[in-house]
């Protein structure tokens, strides 16, 4: 029988609890707090304390919660159950034990297959979908791009050899994320990640290689147009090719082609995965975010809150 496993952990204003979803198998769900609408965060490959930083601004806008898939952070890690169908059970029964009734779900990376896979096969369950630079089709092939592949030894060198992750400790992981990505993770995350020493540096990183490769071989191809409830899908805008340029200089003709093809490439990608969600779903809002990182809800979350408040608001 499935149950709910209050654990009573209170950490930064939050309350972290397991759900048992299956025999032996049970989720980590963090609870922000908040009034009125559920609604409900899901992580790719990170865990839910990724947005730690995020949830509570959007607790004005409803009752936050936040999901930590099998196999990661404090979540079980089962030898099986890693496939899109399964993911979207997991879910499913959290909002059963939780009695969410109509939440909205917000997924980031290929938290977008848990939001696809739900909206396409139980619509009736959710009150709308916001996609987090995840409405992509994780079966696609390069060559479904329509694009020469890039020759990654060809790019700029600044750009293939970036600084390796400074892991002396918590705040020098972080400045390195901020000087090589633009944003960084939240402290709750990186010790979902990484095993931390006595001595405050990071060890080793805990996430399973065999689980991600799991999760990978068990994705499926989304079904947009069987959705039936409201879409809203953020993208991180491509940084102009000048901009990337000047980012990462080219010393010589074969490095600024490359760069170049890189940039259609990304280019390419993004056009599919915004094609795709509007043939599927012609209602869907897309927003296109400038400046914005791949962790969009770390580096734009201030456009992303204002954006979801005046799209949650139309649902009450």
Not at 91 to 112: E, N, Q, T, Y
Not at 168 to 184: D, F, H, M, N, P
Not at 251 to 264: H, S, Y
Request: glycine share 8%.
């Amino acid at each position: 029988m499935l149950a709910l496993l209050l654990s009573g952990t209170s950490l930064l204003g939050q309350t972290v609890r397991m759900v048992e979803v299956a025999d032996g198998v049970s989720l980590e769900v963090v609870d922000w707090g908040g009034m009125g609408r559920p609604i409900v965060l899901l992580a790719g490959y990170l865990t839910a304390h990724a947005y730690d930083a995020f949830a509570p601004e959007l607790t004005k806008f409803g009752h936050v919660y936040g999901i930590t898939r099998r196999g990661l952070g404090a979540s079980s890690k089962p030898e099986s159950g890693y496939n899109a169908k399964q993911s979207a059970k997991d879910i499913l029964r959290v909002l059963d034990s939780l009695k969410l009734v109509a939440p909205v779900l917000v997924g980031h990376s290929f938290g977008g297959q848990d939001l696809s896979t739900i909206g396409a096969t139980k619509s009736d369950r959710v009150a709308g979908l916001v996609y987090l630079n995840s409405a992509e089709d994780p079966t696609l092939q390069f060559s479904d791009y329509g694009v020469d592949p890039v020759d990654g030894k060809m790019l700029p060198a600044s750009m293939r050899n970036r600084p390796a992750p400074n892991l002396r400790s918590i705040a020098a992981y972080q400045k390195w994320q901020l000087e090589t990505e633009g944003v960084a993770f939240p402290e709750s995350e990186l010790r979902q990640l990484y095993l931390i020493q006595e001595d405050g540096s990071l060890g080793s990183y805990l996430p399973s290689k065999k689980v991600r490769n799991a999760m990978f071989q068990g994705r499926q191809k989304p079904e947009y147009s069987r959705i039936q409830v409201p879409v809203l899908a953020f993208f991180s805008a491509l940084r102009p090719l000048e901009e990337q340029r000047k980012k990462f200089p080219p010393m010589n003709a074969g490095e600024g082609t490359a760069l170049e093809q890189q940039f259609k490439v990304d280019q390419a990608i993004q056009n599919r995965h915004i094609s795709d969600l509007r043939v599927g779903v012609p209602t869907a809002k897309i927003v296109v975010v400038p400046r914005a990182n791949f962790y969009i809800f770390l580096s734009s979350g201030a456009e992303l809150i204002s954006e979801m408040g005046s799209c949650l608001k139309t649902l009450d």
